[in-house]
């Protein structure tokens, strides 16, 4: 950022980990763009019928809680929730506008 002479609040972090990529950039007030991986994606798909974002949130959350049982999730929940949710690098281009 100090290169391209840009702030926090002018960069956009994409990233598919939730408490990593996207707590990451919200805690440094920077926009957090969430592509969840393909996997998790179709588990919750065919777990829940019309699954919403908040299914695909709580499964990727579960999965890193017991992935990653060091990260104390409790502190960075208010962190957890992403700008917006992509399913695919095209849609970056819609955000833009």
């Not at 926090?8 to 598919?16: K, L």
């Amino acid at each position: 950022m100090t290169a391209l002479n840009v702030s926090a609040e002018e960069t956009a972090v994409v990233g598919d980990f939730l408490s990593r990529d996207i707590a990451g950039a919200k805690r440094l007030q920077m926009a957090a763009i969430w592509k969840p991986k393909e996997p998790l994606i179709q588990q919750v798909s065919m777990s829940f019928q019309g699954a919403q974002q908040e299914d695909l949130l709580h499964a990727a959350r579960c999965e890193e809680e017991s992935m990653y049982p060091e990260v104390p999730f409790s502190i960075l929940e208010p962190f957890l929730q992403p700008d917006a949710i992509i399913k695919h690098v095209t849609e970056l281009l819609s955000l833009l506008t």
